[in-house]
Every structure is written in structure tokens, then in C-alpha cells.
Nanobody, 126 residues
């Protein structure tokens, strides 16, 4: 599975951005897909995830109510809609996926994912 992330940029606090993650190769083998982020000097943090097929999304506490993860079934693309952005949302955002054969039942830690896209920088200014 190959993941291609895009959509990062510079936005003022309170603004919105939408990140995209296009899956190719064998997207049908994905069990869970989601987003992590990493700010300078900090560990990679879980942001959001959802099953590749139908199912409930889960979110990190710091983004609940502001971010929404969704999937376009036709384009095999996952989106992260980010609203009410805060300065502390500044980070490199990574798209990640868990293959069905790798899935342990949890997806909150980076080591639980076997597929990663390149990061996309999100910078929120005050």
C-alpha cells in the first residue's frame, strides 16, 4: 500500500484546512486508516482514524469536535477536515494505515501501523 498525503499549509488560528491521503497499490487490504502528527521535539501523536470500510471514527482528545476524518470510496482517498485550528495544531501530519494482516485491534500508536505516507506540514499562526 502506498499513501500520498497532501493539503498542508499555513493558516491563521481559527481557520480551516483539509488534508488528503490517496491510497494506491492494494487499498482493499487496509483495515484502518488514519492520521498522526508530530510537532518539533514531541512524540508522534494520534489524531484520528477510521475503518477502511464502514465504521465509527475515533479521535485524539485534543482534536475532538474540531477535526473530522472521512473517506471517498471511489477515489480511495481519506480526508482530514480541520476546523477551528489552534497554534498548538502546528505539526507535520502523517497519513497511516494498518493492513488487515497486521491489525492487532488497536490503532492509537504509531508502531501499530505498517504503512505510512510522507508528512505534510501544517502551520497555524496566531
Amino acid at each position: 500500500v502506498q499513501l500520498q498525503a497532501s493539503g498542508g499549509g499555513l493558516v491563521q488560528a481559527g481557520g480551516s484546512l483539509r488534508l488528503s491521503c490517496a491510497a494506491s497499490g492494494r487499498p482493499f487490504s487496509i483495515a484502518v486508516v488514519g492520521w498522526f502528527r508530530q510537532a518539533p521535539g514531541k512524540e508522534r501523536e494520534f489524531v484520528a482514524a477510521r475503518p477502511w470500510s464502514d465504521g465509527l471514527a475515533t479521535y485524539g482528545d485534543s482534536v475532538k469536535g474540531r477535526f473530522t476524518i472521512s473517506r471517498d470510496n471511489v477515489r480511495n482517498t481519506v480526508y482530514l477536515q480541520m476546523n477551528s485550528l489552534k497554534v498548538e495544531d502546528t505539526a507535520v501530519y502523517y497519513c497511516a494505515a494498518v493492513s488487515e494482516g497486521y491489525y492487532s485491534g488497536s490503532h492509537y500508536y504509531s508502531y501499530e501501523h505498517d504503512n505510512w505516507g510522507q508528512g505534510t506540514q501544517v502551520t497555524v499562526s496566531s
